[in-house]
């Protein structure tokens, strides 16, 4: 029975900072409020920032890097509408979290019955799987960056990973995971002292440079299904369920939410001109290390551009790594009606326990196979999840504006109309992909 | 039993008397009206792209060929909810219910439905994994699944939040059998809307409510007070014991204390802020004061008296406390020892040996030595004046020095 019966008077003194909700009288005390509610999502590391922030993983510094190198600037005017999509989409989890109180996976499940649920819940499976064997991948490769080699860092990181979030310790792992993230502030400060050509960069954003080759759609499938993971929509709208946002501070989390994206997103824009103007412009355009990813941020970090390349990669890649495998444990959990949650005995949560080793024991095990062509595998993982996603995205699409489940708050013309847009595109790149596979299979 | 699966009846081709097609069955619906097993009020079908009810007394069989009707007759009204009445597919089914007996969340995989006394009841539902496989399978093979483990439904109670018609029809009274420690287990566990369901069942006993929001942990109590004004608050302080109360008057913002302490009757808002002075996990910020105390020249029976007159929860009416003229403690009687003795013995003349007492700012862990040295469950509180101010009980000591992995789960994102 008590599962958190203590906690009454000990833990009285070291709680959280309260976040001003209540009306002040005062005009000036009304302004102070007003204040304290926009920093306050930047200061508490919402939900929202760090969904994001997992998006630039090992598979989408991968992702971005290969852009940049293969087409320059040219594909910078999809980083713009996927961001458009991304915080859509963002918004519409977060929102039906808030509403609900609910899991994605537990709503699709009361309105969409069993048989949806399950083709939902193997696609999230499919997908989480290859992104997790992506992000040990990234951990491997930025240890070896370092002179490490990945034979020790992947074990220990598998085993660091595992042991955080079965032991419920989950939430200041996140911060370290977050802020060990900050590396990648050095892509702006490189891209700018790269010298690129900013009109051509401005060119580049406004007016699309459209390719015909299969190389072209995939690199455009890969970087869509590099920053739209559906993990990113799912954990959003689990945390934001468990942690009881209520609908008065719906504009809060939209704050926390949107404001994630565009940073993130940022640094993803940035990596593609920071390697477009160091890699691209000297006839480098195929990326076939990591080595050559951290090359980009040669004119900012001189001689460690590789170690700073690797710090920022792996936290990118642990801070993945640890959400992912909660998130899949949650839709396995909410999908067939089982408690969520993690224990301190495997009896006490055997779905948690077991989907989270399933998932870390996989990504690790095939991220230590000898001689894995890394960019190559994370760019292909990007593409799958590119393929996967849309099965996700269209049920979000659906129940956000469902008028029974969303009430009031379900999502109007504008947003729906972006977000069924994201969910068509999404479906026709990755069925020309397969098609453009299929005519000719040696074309990437 | 014979059990009838939801799954397997609806939806359904609908069919009159003379095995013509008349549409399709969506849906059952069935009368929560208190009965042991809901009975079949009727169906939900579709004529000619009409949602219309269907009454049970209209329907003659109900089989894996489909639903037929007691008549050719058409007359059927447009379908509209009715009070008390739940639809099966759409309220039920995938959804989450309380199972009573263990107090936890299940989620409907099937819903099972028999023949009892001449009508077509609800009598449990099936959340084994069988249930769910046999909703993958396509009809054919479907059948072939049978039910082994169904939970009895006099023992479930399901959520009606959703459900625009049963809204207002929160008293839930198959949760009265549950301990408020259990019904906390459940809040935890439920998302919000469901989660609030809960605690409004227990709203209009307040004492009861009280205690639920003493056991919920902190993420959620911190939760439900926010949705709350100072007023209910109040209201809900007022029934907890002086101790839980300071707790939690602690836990809250610090613009609601004083809000919710005017909202206190007098004598209860003195000893809270009496409470609040001292550090949470010192001896003074544990202690209850609801104590069973006796002045000099009592006798035994006195001292029994005071205890069964007292308001005193049992578990601190385990010790009668004697005190001097000057309120001083002078010894501490066990319960067990009084109830051994010669009943017109005076009081004093019945004390060997006191247990130790403790400061104010005595802490945690020096109170759970002694509970341990000398086998106390409840070590007394003196002032400098060695006057009696309270007694920690060893709950409370043990909720403290709780390990963290103890929990029987922890939720990931909420985790402190």
């Given amino acids: ?444 | 039993m014979r059990y009838l699966h939801l799954s397997l009846i609806v939806p359904c081709t609908l069919r009159d008397r003379g095995g013509e097609r008349l549409g399709r069955a969506l849906d059952l619906i069935v009368r929560l009206n208190g009965d042991d097993f809901p009975p079949l009020s009727g169906a939900l079908a579709e004529l000619a792209e009409r949602p219309v009810f269907v009454p049970a007394s209209e329907i003659e069989l109900i089989g894996p060929e489909g639903m037929v009707l007691r008549s050719t007759r058409l007359d059927l009204d447009r379908f509209h909810r009715n009070e008390q009445e739940i639809l099966l597919r759409k309220d039920v089914l995938d959804r989450q219910l309380i199972n009573v007996d263990g107090a936890r969340l299940v989620r409907a995989n099937e819903i099972e439905l028999a023949l009892v006394d001449n009508s077509y009841r609800v009598v449990g539902i099936d959340v084994s994994a069988r249930a769910f496989l046999r909703r993958l399978l396509p009809k054919r093979f479907a059948h072939r699944i049978e039910s082994r483990a169904v939970l009895d439904w006099r023992h479930l109670e399901p959520f009606t939040g959703h459900v625009p018609t049963l809204r207002l029809r929160t008293p839930h009274p198959k949760l009265a059998r549950l301990h408020p420690a259990q019904l906390a287990d459940l809040v935890e566990d439920a998302s919000g809307r469901e989660a609030e369901e809960i605690i409004s069942a227990v709203h209009s006993d307040l004492g009861r409510e009280a205690d639920l929001f003493q056991q919920l942990d902190s993420h959620h109590r911190r939760q439900f007070a926010e949705t709350r004004s100072d007023h209910e608050l109040g209201r809900i302080v007022a029934r907890m014991g002086a101790d839980n109360a300071a707790g939690f008057v602690r836990e809250l913002p610090e613009k609601r204390r004083e809000a919710v302490l005017a909202s206190l009757p007098d004598a209860e808002r003195e000893s809270v802020e009496g409470l609040l002075g001292y550090g949470a996990a010192s001896a003074g910020g544990l202690m209850r004061t609801d104590l069973v105390t006796v002045g000099e020249g009592t006798r035994v029976t006195d001292a029994l008296e005071a205890v069964r007159s007292s308001g005193a929860p049992s578990e601190v009416a385990t010790w009668v406390y004697l005190l001097d003229g000057e309120e001083r403690l002078e010894a501490a009687i066990p319960l067990a020892d009084l109830l051994r003795m010669a009943p017109q013995l005076p009081l004093v003349q019945t004390v060997s040996f006191t247990p130790p007492a403790v400061g104010t700012d005595t802490g945690i862990e020096e109170l759970a030595r002694l509970m341990t040295d000398f086998n106390l469950t409840l070590v007394p509180v003196l002032d400098e004046e060695k006057h009696l101010l309270g007694a920690v009980s060893a709950d409370d000591v043990l909720e403290s020095v709780l390990p963290r992995g103890w929990r029987r789960r922890v939720h990931v994102f909420t985790a402190d």
């Fill in chain 1, 1 to 444: 029975m008590s599962d958190a019966r203590r906690a009454k008077e000990t833990d009285a003194g070291a709680r959280e900072p309260e976040i001003e909700t209540a009306r002040p009288t005062a005009a000036r005390r009304r302004r102070r409020a007003r204040i304290v509610r926009l920093v306050a999502p930047l200061a508490i590391l919402g939900p929202g920032l760090i969904a994001a922030n997992a998006s630039n993983d090992a598979g989408g510094v991968a992702a971005y890097a290969s852009v940049g190198a293969r087409y320059g600037y040219d594909l910078l005017w999809v980083i713009v509408l996927i961001t458009v999509s991304l915080i859509v989409v963002q918004e519409m989890a977060g929102r039906m979290g808030v509403v609900t109180g609910k899991g994605f996976a537990e709503v699709v499940r009361e309105h969409y019955g069993v048989r949806w649920t399950t083709v939902v819940m193997f696609s999230i499976l499919i997908t989480n799987l290859a992104i997790g064997i992506s992000e040990f991948v990234g951990i491997g490769a930025a240890s070896e960056l370092l002179h490490v080699p990945r034979e020790v860092t992947v074990p220990l990181a598998a085993i660091l990973v595992w042991t955080i979030l079965v032991r419920g310790s989950y939430r200041w792992a996140e911060r370290i995971f977050i802020a060990m993230t900050i590396p990648f502030f050095a892509y702006p400060i490189a891209a700018v002292l790269a010298h690129p050509h900013w009109g051509t960069v401005g060119h580049a954003i406004v007016k699309p440079q459209l390719h015909t080759s299969p190389r072209y759609i995939y690199l455009v499938v890969a970087i869509v299904g590099a920053t739209v993971m559906p993990f990113m929509q799912l954990y959003l709208q689990s945390a934001v369920a468990e942690r009881g946002v209520r609908v008065e501070e719906l504009r809060r989390q939209r704050l926390d939410i949107v404001g994630g994206v565009i940073f993130a997103n940022l640094i993803a824009g940035f990596i593609i001109i920071s390697t477009a103007a160091a890699l691209f412009t000297h006839g480098i355009t195929n990326v076939g290390s990591t080595a050559d990813v951290a090359r980009a941020l040669e004119p900012f970090a001189g001689r460690f551009a590789k170690e700073l390349f690797a710090v920022g990669l792996l936290g990118a890649s642990l801070l993945a790594a640890a959400i992912l495998p909660v998130t899949t444990a949650y839709v396995i959990s909410e999908s067939f009606g089982m408690e969520k949650g993690v224990g301190r005995h495997f009896r006490e949560a055997p779905v948690f326990t077991t989907t989270i080793t399933v998932l870390i024991g996989t990504g690790a095990i095939v991220a230590l196979i000898p001689g894995l062509p890394v960019i190559t595998l994370l760019v292909a993982v990007q593409g799958l999840n590119g393929v996967f996603a849309p099965i996700t995205l269209f049920f979000l699409w659906r129940l956000s504006r469902d008028r029974e489940l969303m009430g009031e708050w379900r999502s109007g013309r504008l947003l729906s109309a972006v977000a069924g847009a994201t969910v068509i595109v999404m479906t026709i790149l990755s069925l020309v992909l397969l098609a453009a596979m299929a005519i000719n299979p040696g074309g990437l």
